[in-house]
């Protein structure tokens, strides 16, 4: 059976040492990585960001296509007071009950990027006929920047 085996380092006065890291030498490389992390984080942050900005707007062209294909099945776009609701339940009232050919999307409605719900407006922003809107990351009409409500052009 073989016993563990230390390092043992002999140093130039002849002194016998252990090896390993000294408190100074641990406490440069902890400077570092801290630099490193001020220095790169707020980069990938500010990405985390932009991806939000972009999911919530693919998001946005995938409900109206949604959308789009049910009033064709209906006649016309949901009402305003029914929301998005009809791409995933099917309605109440006759005789949109009979024509709609649902669910348009699977599973939930999906949420933005920031975890809200979408608003539908009928009629839609910019003339069109309906639209499908995120309030940004506050969750607040209007805004600037991420803040900034999203809609499709």
Same mark, same amino acid.
Request: glycine share 12%.
């Given at each position: @059976? ?18 390993? +890291? ?15 992390? $001020?220095?790169v &984080?707020?980069?990938? +942050? $500010? ?8 999911s ?12 789009? @294909? ?9 009402? #305003? ?13 006759e ?5 709609w ?11 933005? &990027?920031?975890?809200?719900? +979408? ?16 309030? &940004?990351?506050? &969750?607040?009409?209007?805004g600037?920047?991420? #803040? #900034? ?5």
């Open positions: @059976m073989k016993k563990s085996q230390t390092f043992l380092l002999q140093s130039r006065d002849g002194r016998v040492r252990q090896a390993g +890291f000294t408190l100074l030498e641990m406490l440069v490389v902890m400077v570092l990585i801290g630099l490193l992390a $001020g220095l &984080g707020p980069r990938l +942050f $500010g990405k985390v960001d932009t991806s939000k900005v972009q919530t707007q693919v998001q946005i062209k995938l409900l109206e296509n949604a959308v789009s @294909m049910m009033a064709l099945d209906i006649n016309a776009p949901p009402p #305003a007071s029914a929301g998005l609701n009809w791409l995933v339940q099917k309605p109440d009232t005789p949109v009950r009979t024509l050919k649902g669910p348009y999307i699977d599973g939930a409605l999906p949420k933005d &990027g920031w975890g809200n719900p +979408f608003l539908y407006e009928l009629p839609g922003r910019n003339g069109r006929e309906f639209s499908v809107i995120s309030l &940004g990351s506050d &969750g607040q009409p209007g600037e920047g991420t #803040a #900034a409500d999203i809609a499709s052009k």
